[in-house]
């Protein structure tokens, strides 16, 4: 009975592991609006409820942070605009970096983010923008700190 049983578990296993690894594949990639701009390049896309909440006018910030450093196309969607698709939710490409429900509960902090531009070698701006300045860039984590707070 054990010679059966090894060869069926590990059929078992093998099974269990290819459903998962269709389930996370399917999850990764999915029809996003605008996923690519005309020359082919990935786009990164933000979903936000509407109207938006606190997750979602925080990764309107972090779009604004990317865009003073990377020179990506950026796009940001309204979720009648994204039928089908969590909200908030970002996205580069077809590839989901985080979703309602989901990875990082649909928020996105900057480096999560500029981690995944760095790794797919997307250029810098040839010179950082002004949210990068110290007067600015302390009114904008001002502004940051409020939305967390709800506002408050």
Excluded: W
Excluded at 100 to 123: K, T
Excluded at 132 to 146: C, H, I, M, S, Y
């Amino acid at each position: 009975m054990k010679k059966t049983l090894r060869p069926r578990l590990a059929a078992l296993a093998v099974s269990v592991l290819l459903a998962s690894t269709a389930v996370a594949a399917e999850k990764m990639s999915l029809a996003v609006p605008g996923a690519l701009d005309r020359e082919g390049r990935k786009v990164l896309t933000f979903i936000a409820k509407d109207p938006p909440g606190q997750r979602c006018n925080g990764n309107l910030q972090v779009a604004a942070e990317i865009a003073n450093t990377y020179l990506v196309p950026i796009q940001l969607l309204p979720s009648t605009l994204a039928p089908g698709l969590p909200a908030p939710a970002v996205f580069y490409g077809a590839q989901n970096i985080a979703a309602d429900g989901g990875d990082h509960n649909g928020g996105v902090s900057y480096q999560i983010v500029a981690d995944i531009l760095e790794m797919e070698g997307v250029p810098k701006q040839g010179k950082a923008g002004l949210l990068f300045n110290g007067k600015v860039r302390e009114q904008l984590d001002g502004l940051k700190a409020t939305i967390k707070q709800g506002g408050k």
